[in-house]
């Protein structure tokens, strides 16, 4: 499979995620990647149905962009992502978990815990999603099935 070639990368978040969604936007910028912040822009409260909806149509729209998705457990935008046809979007405790997403599963949205994960560990499991590419081969007709 040929690598893909990413060159944006797009934010967003729920209010309970937006402290970590400002750490992992400034992180990003240090490291010179191209990203977009879809939102929200304080932690005034919000519905993560709604970041999450935009986050899932920008990455459908851009097939060379990549999404980081936050809120508070990380599962209610996870889910929300997951309804909308063509979006993969993988919650990630680990860098293990974050190759395996990528590798096995093509997700094409990085999913955190805002309120159960560090910055620290954090930017080596966005390293990872961002390095790693989809094996296809015995792979492919199960992410085939996915829609």
């Known amino acids: 499979m040929q690598k893909q070639v990413l060159n944006t ?6 209010h309970a995620g937006f402290e970590l969604k400002e750490k992992i936007k400034s992180y990003l910028k240090e490291n010179s990647y191209n990203i977009i912040d879809l939102g929200p822009f304080s932690n005034e409260s919000v ?5 999450g909806k935009i986050l899932g149509k920008f990455v459908l729209e851009n097939k060379n962009a990549l999404g980081i998705a936050i809120c508070g457990s990380g599962i209610g935008i996870s889910i929300a992502l997951n309804r909308l046809p063509g979006i993969r979007a993988a919650l990630c405790n680990s860098e293990e978990i974050a190759k395996l997403s990528r590798n096995h599963n093509n997700a094409n949205i990085l999913v955190l815990a805002g309120r159960f994960i560090t910055m620290n560990k954090s930017s080596g499991i966005i390293d990872t999603f961002f390095k790693e590419t989809f094996e296809g081969g015995r792979h492919e007709r199960r992410v085939n099935k996915l829609g």
């Open 9 to 14: 990368y797009a934010l967003a978040s729920d």
């Open 47 to 51: 519905d993560y149905p709604d970041y």
